[in-house]
């Protein structure tokens, strides 16, 4: 369903008036007379370095093989201009005559003057590349700059924007497609009968995913194939819903409205997650924001506004599609796809942010990326592959969270924190509780997680997060700003096995009430509420995966009661 | 002499399934309901002689369908009796599948007589011998769902099932039926595909005169 379904958004979004040209960035125009003269080179480059887009004759699929652009290619096929190390100079004269050749047929049929302009500077090449390179030296070109050509009295117009050349180029791309294809079969997607297209074009911008693009569908080894069937006739798609296809997932993918991707969010460095509608209701940009979010007072508001249910409900039963993508080699993998309704998706994502929401942070919206970053291993720079694919697949279906991402955030947590780390651990203990609240009902005691500090929680290992939370005060009310603080120390420790550490740190804390003056008083009270609601036996050895996510969250809870009661008590005073 | 079977009913279950859509086959994704010749290997798992040919009519979904992706090293190039000294090291290929989980379906199925059919062979012989296969679990090889490595439990059906999401009707698009084996003389085998639509919970599958039709002419 997912190429049908990238189809229709083609075609539903105007993608697919002209498939016979593409957007491509060019780099340089160059101007010819009629004569075949070069005039001028004009560099179309901006201050980063990227060429133009303009609309060019749509571009063959390469591989390592040879085969041209019509009018339009990069140097080394039109000048011949290719990295002097890289390029061998038999394969570069293989490339100028393929490409000389379509202009020589498309100037034969049609007689057009432009082409023909152009034909003329094609053939004396060798003559007129000195007064080229005068105008941009031989060091400059690496060869992968696109040149279109502009025919002189046409002042602006490119010579493929010609309406002779046009209509050729049109009717070349027909012909093309019927010919070494006898056999018309149905097609995948539109379930027309048309001859199957062989290769597919290129994805664009997929995370891990070849600079020169990706192939959704592909057959590139013997063992992807069935029946002695070749390259595409093994996935009968035609060429104009190959080719529609192809142009939403990059229309999808493609850098706007200052993000990276127009409907996605990037999941890590290694993957990225589209999304579209069937009908246009702007919905895939809010989502977008709200996930990817640079910076997060958007997303404060974008996730107040249109999820409020401000969008009438008939919207809500427009269906909804995800892909979550990633590039392997030359190949584009899917990881994840869903498919369900507007509707659904707002209640998912509402109760997602609910989920996620704990006190402190001002009660912002934290948005995906932090989130992964937060349970970013120490040292590594990347995430366990699947775990952002899988947090989010879980956030838009409503499902539970890995229970991976639990023990990487644990993990993480162990970790004694570094200086100017103190967000994370509001980052990481919201990840927590909502990954806690997530938890299948079967089996467990009910885990209902409130945003702050819940005294009627008598959980065990919650009541020994609070507990430790208020020896490291008496620890910080005793000493002061130490170089090694409680938690540094002990946390890993006290969270698995509360039994060997516990009773230690309370022999340490009457050192610590002793020295704390008044204050210590105060926390040694704290101190005997929280231990009065453990059971008899209050240390158990060991503590589960959960049992320590409780423990977290608890530790949290109780230490940001300490900075709210500073904030309030500070109020009266400055009264 | 009666050349079609009664219609038996055989409910197929696993943990794990990959019914692979043809287009992405490189980085596998699944269909998100068994094809009917996924159905048609499990029973020829049960009993196929050259003398029969089995129909898969309807295909019941019993479980909500679920997903799960997962990366392993496959292999890039087939071993064939040409190939000689074939080692999977040198010819691994890190590939993804993004697979069902906990599949449960029920298959209404029949089979025909082919014209490679003795003259002492019967409908009912082989109706019988089907019958005790299943009853007795007995298989030619470990039947699977969609990939050998995800294993399928065969059974006789309950008299009373309930699909899931009887409520539900739901386009599947197009679905890969089968082979045509013999498109005529020298041509590759050629895929027929289907309209796949969730009706009820069950796939209805067409029969494969109509399914021939569509993908432009039959033999």
Redesign the interface.
């Given at each position: 369903?997912?190429?049908?379904a990238l189809y229709a958004l083609a075609r539903d979004r105007g993608l697919l008036e002209d498939t016979d040209n593409e957007e491509h960035a060019v780099h340089f125009l160059l101007r010819v007379d009629a004569e075949g003269r070069p005039l001028a080179l004009e560099s179309t480059v901006d201050e980063k370095g990227r060429g133009k887009s303009l609309r060019i004759p749509r571009l063959p699929k390469r591989a390592s093989g040879v085969s041209a652009g019509f009018l339009v290619d990069n140097a080394k096929y039109v000048l011949g201009l290719g990295n002097p190390e890289k390029d061998n100079p038999e394969r570069l004269k293989l490339c100028m005559a393929a490409f000389q050749e379509r202009v020589a047929g498309m100037v034969q049929a049609t007689n057009d003057e432009g082409g023909r302009a152009v034909l003329r500077f094609l053939e004396a090449r060798e003559q007129w590349l000195p007064v080229v390179l005068s105008w941009n030296p031989r060091e400059a070109w690496s060869g992968d700059e696109y040149i279109a050509f502009i025919y002189a009295p046409d002042e602006v117009r490119c010579v493929h924007e010609r309406e002779s050349v046009r209509d050729w180029w049109r009717t070349e791309r027909a012909r093309e497609e019927q010919e070494g294809h006898a056999?018309?079969?149905?097609c995948?997607?539109t379930?027309e009968?048309a001859p199957p297209a062989r290769l597919h074009p290129s994805v664009k911008s997929v995370p891990k995913g070849q600079s020169s693009g990706t192939s959704?569908?592909?057959?590139?080894?013997?063992?992807?194939c069935?029946?002695?069937?070749e390259q595409g006739?093994?996935?009968?798609?035609s060429r104009a819903a190959a080719e529609g296809y192809t142009l939403a997932l990059n229309w999808l993918l493609a850098r706007a409205e200052g993000r990276r991707y127009r409907n996605g969010v990037a999941l890590g460095t290694g993957a990225v997650t589209v999304f579209w509608t069937r009908k246009e209701i702007g919905f895939e940009n809010v989502l977008s924001s709200l996930f990817e979010a640079p910076d997060e007072q958007r997303a404060v508001e974008m996730a107040q506004a249109p999820l409020r249910g401000l969008e009438p409900a008939e919207l809500d039963s427009t269906l909804f599609y995800a892909a979550t993508l990633?590039g392997?080699n030359a190949?584009?993998?899917?990881?994840?796809?869903l498919e369900t309704t507007v509707g659904a998706i707002k209640n998912n994502v509402r109760r997602y942010f609910e989920d996620l929401r704990l006190a402190g942070a001002q009660g912002q919206p934290l948005p995906l990326w932090k989130l992964l970053k937060a349970v970013d291993p120490p040292g590594r720079a990347e995430l366990p592959?699947?775990l952002g694919?899988r947090l989010l697949s879980a956030a838009l279906r409503g499902h539970a969270f890995p229970r991976e991402l639990l023990a990487a955030t644990l993990q993480r947590l162990r970790v004694p924190p570094r200086d100017g780390d103190s967000s994370s651990l509001h980052v990481r203990i919201a990840l927590i509780k909502a990954t806690l609240s997530r938890l299948p009902r079967s089996g467990l005691p009910p885990l209902e997680l409130s945003m702050s500090l819940d005294e009627k929680n008598t959980a065990t290992p919650y009541l020994l997060g609070r507990l430790f939370a208020v020896l490291e005060r008496m620890q910080f009310a005793a000493l002061g700003s130490t170089n090694t603080t409680l938690r540094d120390r002990y946390f890993g420790s006290a969270m698995a096995h509360p039994a060997i550490v516990f009773p230690q740190l309370l022999r340490l804390s009457n050192h610590h009430a002793a020295k704390a003056d008044e204050k210590g008083f105060w926390l040694e009270r704290l101190k005997n509420e929280v231990c009065a609601g453990l059971p008899a036996r209050p240390f158990p050895t060991t503590l589960s995966l959960e049992e320590q996510g409780l423990f977290a969250v608890g530790y949290y809870h109780q230490r940001h009661r300490f900075f709210e009661k500073r904030v309030t008590d500070s109020e009266p005073t400055a009264v | 002499m009666k050349r079609e079977s009664r219609r038996f009913v055989v409910r197929a279950r696993g943990p794990m399934a990959c019914f692979t859509?043809?287009?992405?086959?490189?980085?596998r994704?699944s269909y998100?309901v068994m094809t009917p010749s996924a159905a048609r290997g499990l029973l020829e798992a049960v009993l196929w002689k050259p003398a029969i040919c089995w129909h898969v009519h309807e295909i019941a979904v019993l479980a909500p369908i679920q997903?799960t992706?997962?990366?392993r090293n496959?292999?890039?190039?087939?071993a064939s009796p040409k190939v000689r000294d074939f080692h999977v090291e040198e010819r691994r290929?890190?590939?993804?599948t993004?697979a069902l989980r906990d599949v449960d379906y029920i298959l209404t199925c029949s089979f025909e007589m082919t014209g490679r059919a003795g003259p002492e062979e019967s409908v009912r012989k082989f109706e019988e011998m089907f019958e005790r296969r299943l009853e007795r679990g007995q298989t030619f090889h470990q039947p699977y769902l969609g990939c050998r490595e995800f294993a399928a439990e065969l059974e006789p059906a309950p008299s009373k099932f309930q699909p899931f999401q009887p409520e539900v009707e739901r386009?599947?698009?197009?679905m890969f039926y089968d082979?045509d084996y013999a498109p005529g003389k020298g041509?590759?085998?050629?895929?027929?595909?289907f309209?796949a639509r969730l009706n009820g919970g069950i796939l209805h599958v067409p029969p494969r005169e109509e399914v021939l039709r569509?993908?432009?002419g039959g033999p």
């Open positions: 369903m997912m190429l049908q056999a018309r079969v149905r995948l997607v379930g009968l959704l569908v592909s057959f590139n080894e013997e063992a992807f069935s029946h002695g069937l006739a093994n996935a009968p798609v990633s392997n190949r584009l993998v899917v990881r994840d796809w592959p699947h694919t | 859509r043809p287009e992405m086959k490189a980085e994704v998100e997903w992706s997962f990366r496959e292999v890039g190039s087939r290929s890190q590939r993804n993004v386009p599947l698009g197009l082979f041509a590759p085998a050629r895929p027929l595909f309209e569509a993908n432009g």
